[in-house]
């Protein structure tokens, strides 16, 4: 039992830290544009100079 005094705040603080990076990731905008991916895909310009 003595070495729940050290996994518990190991757990405590990993999931602190997990949290902070999805906090992180939220104020960045890395959720912004969850639509534009889908419509990148069907887009068909080709690049100048591509001769396929």
Same mark, same amino acid.
């Given at each position: 039992? #003595?070495?729940? !005094? =050290?996994? !518990?705040?190991? %757990? @405590?603080f990993?999931? %602190? @830290?997990?949290?902070? %990076? =999805?906090? +992180? ?5 890395q959720? *912004? #544009? @969850?639509?534009?991916?889908? +419509? /990148? !895909?069907?887009? *068909? #310009? *080709?690049?100048?100079? *591509?001769? /396929?």
């Open positions: 039992m #003595d070495v729940l !005094i =050290f996994l !518990i705040p190991i %757990a @405590l990993l999931g %602190a @830290l997990g949290l902070a %990076a =999805f906090l +992180w990731s939220l104020k960045s905008g959720y *912004d #544009d @969850l639509e534009g991916a889908k +419509w /990148r !895909i069907l887009d *068909d #310009d *080709d690049l100048p100079g *591509d001769n /396929r």
